[in-house]
């Protein structure tokens, strides 16, 4: 069965460092999708993304998150320059329509900053 | 003001017991979609069901069952049958047409033996 898969499955970083985190959607999906994780609390909405832009963005998403679809495949979360608070797991997902659509997850990024 | 509220932080259900977890939702949107997640404490999320807010039939997938209640703006997700593996945290989420989903809290279900 297809899957959303994320690299790496653990991100260890400085404080100020950039991160990319990674991600391939399931191939015949079209929307795409970052969400976050707080340790202990709930999911939240960071970003969708179709037909190479973004669509909808949270307040989260400020200036130092960034989003990418380098090739025809995969799917990047980029954060410039990182914050303690940035520490939590994000998760991809994707789906094949827009508002009704499933989205299915990936297993997720855990973000640790130093 | 929360879009997604899920009362119940934590809920206990014996095995083999049926459970219900609620879930009210706020939106003035004509077409959403509501879905259900499991967060195994692995972490991942996995996809239970499904409901649209124009389907008149109430949702079922396996032992998942959604009790949609529109007027109440109310998407309550039944288990029957309770198994050790369902313990588990339990998210309930809305998509309205601008796109984004968003989360209740939680709830965290235990199964007890």
């Known amino acids: 069965e297809p899957e959303v898969t994320q690299t790496p499955s653990h991100q260890v970083t400085q404080m100020g460092q950039e991160v990319i985190l990674r991600c391939v959607p399931i191939s015949n999906h079209l929307y795409f999708y970052w969400y976050r994780q707080i340790l202990g609390q709930k999911v939240e909405f960071l970003v969708s993304?179709?037909?190479?832009?973004?669509?909808?963005k949270s307040e989260i998403f400020d200036d130092q998150f960034s989003v990418e679809r380098p090739d025809g495949s995969n799917f990047t979360l980029k954060i410039r320059s990182t914050k303690l608070e940035d520490s939590a797991m994000y998760f991809c997902?994707?789906?094949?329509?827009?508002?009704?659509?499933?989205?299915?997850f990936g297993p997720g990024t855990r973000l640790t900053v130093l | 003001a929360q879009k997604i509220t899920q009362t119940q932080p934590g809920m206990f259900v014996q095995e083999k017991e049926a459970v219900t977890l609620d879930c009210t939702y706020d939106?003035?949107?004509?077409?959403?979609?509501l879905f259900w997640y499991k967060q195994p404490s692995s972490g991942e999320m996995i996809f239970l069901i499904y409901q649209g807010s124009y389907d008149e039939q109430n949702a079922t997938e396996g032992r998942y069952s959604l009790n949609f209640q529109k007027a109440r703006k109310s998407a309550n997700l039944v288990i029957s049958a309770s198994q050790l593996g369902d313990s588990a945290m339990y998210f309930c989420a809305m998509r309205e047409n601008n796109n984004d989903m968003r989360f209740g809290a939680g709830t965290r279900l235990t199964v007890k033996p």
């Open positions: 997902a994707s789906s094949e329509m827009g508002t009704n659509g499933e989205q299915f």
């Open positions: 993304f179709y037909n190479n832009e973004i669509s909808e």
């Open positions: 939106t003035s949107d004509q077409s959403y979609g």
